[in-house]
């Protein structure tokens, strides 16, 4: 799965233990999602979703568009820029390709992200990224 690109190989067998051993995962998940949730929601408006795109986007939660579109913007954008849904906010995709151009590997910023897993939603991107879980990456 794609999503490995960015964990460490040495990760791994940390990935093995949390797709075998759904308890442990459920308990780790119990430790670290609050954390981890709580400090993406100040640093990031992160939306919990459970499969971080942060680092694809800009460091910008895309989950923040109205209509929770992970593939580019809608065709909804009106012409200043703003979203049809809230036309107070910038279009989150317009924010998010701006700010991709600060960070190295701007390329991500084009890949087609896999639908969202719902059942994930409240869990730690973090561990569900080292375990692999499908619908945590690309296609
Ligand atoms: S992509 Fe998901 S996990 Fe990452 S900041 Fe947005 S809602 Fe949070």
Redesign the pocket.
Known sequence: METKEHVPAMLEPIGQVLRRHPKVNLQLNRALAPFE?SA??LL???????????HE?GYT????CPKQVRNGPCGGVRMNGHCEVKPEMECIWLKAERRSRRFPGRYLFLRIHAPLDWRRKGSS?ILNAVAGWPGNGKE
């Open positions: 949730n993406k929601v990031f408006s992160c939306n919990m979703c459970g499969q971080c795109l942060l986007n939660c895309l989950m923040n991107a």
